[in-house]
């Protein structure tokens, strides 16, 4: 494990620890105007506390958690999410959630059935600010979701969908970064969401991670921290809060917290050089708030507790030696990582403790609720600590204006989510983002002239957001509108032998075939489909549409070109396309090292790499 460790770390052009010191050197952003943000630290901070006093226990104790709803509407949703939302909270709506639980916050998941489209959303969250001022002790919400953009997106088309982290570290433009995030932070807010967990701060420096990876902006601690601070300013400067994670640093694994309770396994110097540099770039952007990491990491932490459970590393390191004083929020409470050492009683207990102030998504609201109620009744947390935590997350909800109009109108929306401009922002920034890694005999760009007739297969994943894709149809789509000759053929992640017999048909008479790759492993039948559509005389261009690390086993297949998308959010593929016909010259460079497949110990591909035209 040591000598893997050692290797990756030599891959790396910059590991410097003080790196937010030399390399982000800016006041902290605002999400708000000076002024304003003044005042919330002084008599709003009074104001704040006078309401706190105010507040029952059962108010106090609801304004920590942050829960999922299912259900369009605040007060109306279907009845297949009544019948969840009875199952899992027993009460019938987000209306009634609020309610009866004084939640501080509610997270938005398409699985849920809340992002439908902009309207619904703003309605959504309308219904929901007026559930929190309904209450005895009026508050208003902090809405969130997971809007990274690239894999992990909770909100699709119309609004605007930006290339991904790692896409955004291949493109290496702060000014691309931040205008990424001010665009999608702008679209968030007219929809009334305003906290969203992003940017990343993960430094993705093991290329098995199955968690982070592309969600990650690289490999590079320095060039990562550059990013994060870059999107922490464009997503404040719209005025919502960022969420930095997943602290202390989820880079390094290769197991997947959702599943399993992962094990980072740096030594304390080696978490300073390539763990905390983008966390502390964070904090020095003026980050609003930091989300926890379900992972041990024994250097930080001699008793072995999930991050989320960890004083040491919360209080200990976040608080008292990076000096953050903004809101901690958790990973999701149900995930498997945070519920394997104690029951879902005693999580979200030693959760504040350890120096968290927001719960979210507890797998059992009415188990956690209580367990926190019961803890402060038998003064196991005292009132000091959890009104520490609510005087953060109140500030806050001040800072992002909550208190003076938490509400949206149907016209922002339509002035701001998904308007042309910010549709072609995003393809600009997704052209300087695509990768070209090999392109043997000059192959790209393909010419109208001598390679019009296109076949397009591959891994057709379902889109993050159910509202982009097919993969194969939409590059089949994009090529088509440039004048090529288009057929797409869907062989999936796992194609059969049938599949590639069937793909190996279609290619006979075409000009090239493109093939979309997704994670192709050593075993991968994905290697074969390439393989034998090579064996054809055709030539074959892959098209990696998640990590670039594919270009890696799929070495000796016989392919004449390789790039790579970083995603298959339609708007990275487009960009990949104009790139692959020679509309766009290709500009992106690898933020990740590739390594071989035979020997991860030594390098295929560079930090850097990348070819032109």
Wanted: with cysteine; charged share 20%.
């Amino acid at each position: 494990m040591h000598d893997h460790r050692t290797s990756r770390r030599t891959l790396l052009t910059a590991t410097a620890a003080a790196v937010a010191a030399t390399a982000i050197s800016t006041t902290p952003a605002l999400g708000v105007s000076e002024a304003s943000d003044a005042s919330v630290t002084a008599s709003t901070r009074d104001r704040l506390k006078h309401l706190i006093s105010r507040m029952s226990l059962e108010e106090k104790v609801g304004q920590l958690f942050v829960m999922r709803a299912y259900g369009h509407s605040a007060t109306e949703p279907d009845q297949v999410d009544i019948d969840l939302n009875l199952k899992e909270m027993g009460v019938r709506t987000a209306a009634e959630l609020v309610a009866k639980y004084h939640v501080g916050g509610i997270i938005y998941f398409a699985w849920a059935h809340n992002t439908r489209d902009p309207h619904q959303i703003a309605d959504l969250s309308n219904g929901i600010q007026r559930a929190g001022l309904a209450q005895d002790t009026p508050v208003p919400l902090l809405i969130s979701t997971d809007q990274e953009h690239g894999i992990v997106a909770r909100v699709g088309r119309p609004a605007t969908l930006m290339p991904g982290a790692m896409a955004l570290g291949a493109g290496g433009s702060r000014s691309d970064a931040r205008k990424a995030a001010q665009i999608a932070g702008a679209e968030l807010a007219a929809m009334g969401i305003v906290q969203n967990y992003a940017p990343v701060a993960d430094v993705n420096v093991n290329p098995a991670n199955p968690v982070i990876g592309v969600r990650s902006f690289g490999a590079d601690p320095q060039a990562v921290a550059g990013m994060v601070a870059a999107q922490v300013k464009g997503y404040q400067s719209a005025g919502i809060a960022a969420t930095s994670k997943h602290f202390p640093g989820h880079g390094d694994t290769k197991d997947d917290s959702h599943y399993s309770l992962p094990t980072i396994r740096h030594t304390a110097e080696e978490w300073e050089e390539l763990d905390a540099p983008p966390f502390r770039a964070a904090i020095a952007a003026g980050i609003d708030s930091i989300m926890t990491a379900h992972i041990v990491v024994p250097a930080l932490d001699k008793n072995e507790d999930p991050a989320t459970l960890s004083e040491p590393i919360l209080t200990g390191v976040l608080r008292e030696r990076l000096g953050y004083d903004g809101v901690v929020v958790t990973d999701s409470l149900a995930m498997a990582g945070v519920r394997q050492k104690y029951g879902d009683d005693r999580v979200p207990v030693l959760a504040l403790l350890a120096g968290c102030d927001q719960l979210l998504n507890p797998p059992n609201l009415p188990v956690a609720w209580n367990a926190v109620l019961k803890a402060v009744r038998d003064g196991e947390l005292s009132m000091d600590r959890i009104e520490e935590s609510i005087l953060r997350i109140l500030l806050l909800k001040a800072k992002l204006g909550l208190f003076r109009d938490p509400y949206v109108s149907h016209q922002g929306v339509d002035r701001t989510v998904g308007v042309r401009a910010h549709l072609a922002a995003a393809d600009r920034i997704a052209e300087a983002t695509t990768t070209l890694l090999t392109n043997d005999g000059g192959l790209l760009p393909l010419s109208r002239r001598t390679h019009r007739n296109v076949l397009v297969v591959g891994a057709d994943p379902a889109s993050p957001t159910g509202t982009t894709g097919p993969p194969t149809t939409a590059v089949a789509g994009a090529l088509r509108e440039l004048g090529f000759t288009t057929t797409a053929l869907s062989t999936g992640i796992t194609p059969t032998q049938a599949k590639i017999k069937e793909a190996v048909a279609a290619a006979k008479g075409k000009d090239v075939v493109v093939v979309g790759t997704y994670n192709v492993t050593a075993s991968s039948p994905q290697r074969t489909l390439v393989r034998e559509l090579a064996a054809t005389g055709v030539p074959v261009v892959t098209l990696a549409i998640r990590n670039p690390y594919d270009i890696a086993q799929l070495k000796g297949t016989g392919f004449a070109a390789s790039v790579a998308a970083y995603s298959w959010t339609d708007v990275e593929l487009r960009a990949a396309v104009r790139v692959i016909a020679g509309q766009k010259a290709p500009e992106g460079k690898l933020p990740v090292p590739v390594q071989r497949a035979d020997d991860p110990a030594k390098v295929l591909y560079p930090v850097g790499y990348g070819l032109t035209y």
